[in-house]
Structure formats: C-alpha cells, structure tokens
C-alpha cells in the first residue's frame, strides 16, 4: 500500500482497526468506521442521541455481492452475462457463485470419472512419494541392520568391514508385507553389479544383457528414485541416498522409468 499512502482509512474502533476502501463517517462522533461498525450501536458511539436522526452514508455508491454472506463491494458493477446478479471481483466467474444458468456444472459423477482416470493414468515411472523423514529411514535401518546380519545371504568372500546389507524387494513384492530378502554385497560394487548379483541370489531370470523391453533395476524404497546402475555403493552411501540395513526395491520396468510409484508396494 506504500504507492496509495491516501487511498482508504483504518476503522477508529479500538481492536479493528480495519482499512475500508469506502469508510462510512458517522454524524455524531464524526469518526470513520468500517462496513462492520458503521452505526452507532456497532461502534459503541458516546455522542449519539436517539433524538438525533442516524443519517445513511451517501458518499460513492458501492456495488454489493449477491452472495449472502459476502460483504465485499466494487466499485462498478460485476453483472453475470448469465444469471444478471451482481458479484464482487471474488465470485465474478460462474463457477464461483454456482451460477444457476451455468451450461455445464462439474457434477459428482463426472469428477469420479476424472479422478478415475487419473489413477487409471499413473504408471511406475512417476514422482517419488516420502513415505518416511531422513532421521527416521535411518533409525529404522540401524535397528533393521541388527537382524540382517543374523541371516543374510551373500558372498562369503566379502571381507565383513566392506560389507552392507539391504532388505531387498523382489519384483512384484511388497514393502509392508514382504517377504524381502536380507543380502549382503561389497560396499565397492556397483549398482549394476548389486542387482546382478541379487537375482542370482534369489534365483529370479534376469535378461538385461539382452533386447528386452523391460530390465532389472533397483530403486531407493524411501524415494522411489532409481539407484544408477554404474554408481557405486559407497557413493551412494556417502550421499545418504541409501544407508546400510536399508530396504531396496528390484523391480523390472521400461528402460526410461526413473521413479517408481512406492503406493504400489505398501
């Protein structure tokens, strides 16, 4: 309001303070008083006598809004080319003041048949959705880490300080009713590397050194974002993107897919 320092006046009633674009002045205490306190009795006026007639503001006419409990007015007249009421700036399309010669209303049925095909429309590749705060994955895998290590399966071979376990997803499967499986690989292999070997591990055919449509992939199962096949473990480690004892989702999809819909493993 600092470019319009004179355009409008704040209500005097003590507690309003309200700024009114078209004040209404009251004759006995000549102060200046909002659409809400404009008469005596709402602004409690000590210079008012019965025996002295209220006079109505005749200052700039104001155009009020057909909405009952609307008190906004205009300045002009906003008329609905369609039902010929007048509305103020807020209610001035139909939609907004549930025009009655309104051509073509939004009804229940077709609003169930656009969300209907909304989630008819979402795939695998779509945004992540949070299911869980940083702080929280984290405690939930230190406490997950505790009983993988009692009955992962994994290389052998793998020296113990390089090693991380993951609960890890199958395709098709489910986070919050499982089962998943607890394995352990190389912080040092890659992601590539990882779901190799994890295929190989719970036996599952694994065709991404072919032509097919549809390849192995491992995804985050707190983000539902793709786990780069040529980045390493430890990277993603060091970026907090995954932690050890966290839960991972192997799943096949179209080679583009980026992100998956977590709902559609809880």
Same mark, same amino acid.
């Given at each position: 309001?600092?470019?319009?320092?004179?355009?409008?006046?704040?209500?005097?009633?003590?507690?309003?303070? =309200?700024?009114?674009?078209?004040?209404?002045a009251?004759?006995?205490? =000549?102060?200046?008083?909002?659409l809400?306190?404009?008469?005596?009795?709402?602004?409690d006026?000590?210079?008012?006598?019965?025996?002295?007639?209220?006079?109505?503001?005749?200052?700039?006419?104001?155009?009020?809004?057909?909405?009952?409990k609307?008190?906004?007015r205009?300045l002009?007249?906003?008329?609905?080319?369609?039902?010929s009421?007048?509305?103020?700036?807020?209610? *001035?399309?139909?939609?907004?003041?549930?025009?009655?010669?309104?051509v073509?209303?939004?009804?229940?049925?077709?609003?169930?048949?656009?969300?209907?095909?909304?989630?008819?429309?979402?795939k @695998?590749?779509?945004?992540?959705?949070?299911?869980?705060? *940083?702080k929280?994955?984290?405690?939930?895998a230190?406490?997950?880490?505790?009983?993988?290590?009692?009955?992962?399966?994994?290389?052998?071979k793998? /020296?113990? /300080?390089? *090693?991380?376990?993951?609960s890890?997803v199958?395709?098709g499967?489910?986070?919050?009713?499982?089962?998943?499986? /607890?394995?352990?690989?190389?912080k040092?292999?890659?992601?590539?590397?990882?779901?190799d070997?994890?295929?190989?591990?719970?036996?599952?055919?694994?065709?991404?050194n072919?032509d097919?449509? =549809?390849?192995?992939?491992?995804?985050?199962?707190?983000?539902?974002? @793709?786990?780069?096949?040529?980045?390493?473990?430890?990277? @993603?480690?060091s970026?907090?993107?995954?932690?050890?004892?966290?839960?991972?989702i @192997?799943?096949?999809?179209?080679?583009?897919?980026?992100?998956?819909n977590?709902?559609l493993?809880?």
């Amino acid at each position: 309001m600092a470019e319009f320092p004179n355009l409008g006046k704040h209500c005097s009633l003590e507690g309003c303070k =309200q700024i009114d674009f078209l004040p209404f002045a009251c004759k006995s205490c =000549q102060q200046v008083f909002c659409l809400d306190h404009k008469f005596p009795d709402d602004h409690d006026c000590k210079e008012f006598s019965a025996e002295t007639p209220y006079v109505e503001y005749s200052g700039t006419k104001a155009y009020t809004c057909s909405i009952t409990k609307c008190t906004a007015r205009e300045l002009m007249p906003v008329v609905c080319e369609k039902c010929s009421k007048n509305f103020c700036l807020r209610h *001035r399309h139909q939609n907004d003041h549930n025009c009655e010669n309104l051509v073509e209303k939004i009804t229940p049925t077709k609003t169930a048949e656009h969300v209907q095909q909304i989630l008819a429309s979402k795939k @695998l590749n779509e945004h992540p959705k949070k299911t869980k705060g *940083r702080k929280s994955s984290k405690t939930a895998a230190k406490v997950a880490l505790m009983k993988m290590k009692m009955n992962a399966a994994g290389d052998k071979k793998i /020296p113990e /300080p390089d *090693r991380v376990y993951f609960s890890v997803v199958l395709p098709g499967g489910s986070i919050s009713k499982g089962p998943a499986k /607890p394995l352990f690989f190389s912080k040092t292999w890659s992601v590539g590397r990882v779901l190799d070997a994890a295929a190989d591990k719970v036996s599952i055919s694994n065709t991404n050194n072919t032509d097919s449509s =549809q390849k192995l992939r491992l995804f985050s199962a707190d983000e539902g974002s @793709l786990l780069p096949t040529d980045q390493t473990i430890d990277s @993603l480690l060091s970026e907090e993107t995954i932690c050890n004892g966290c839960t991972v989702i @192997l799943e096949r999809v179209p080679d583009d897919v980026i992100n998956i819909n977590l709902d559609l493993y809880y």
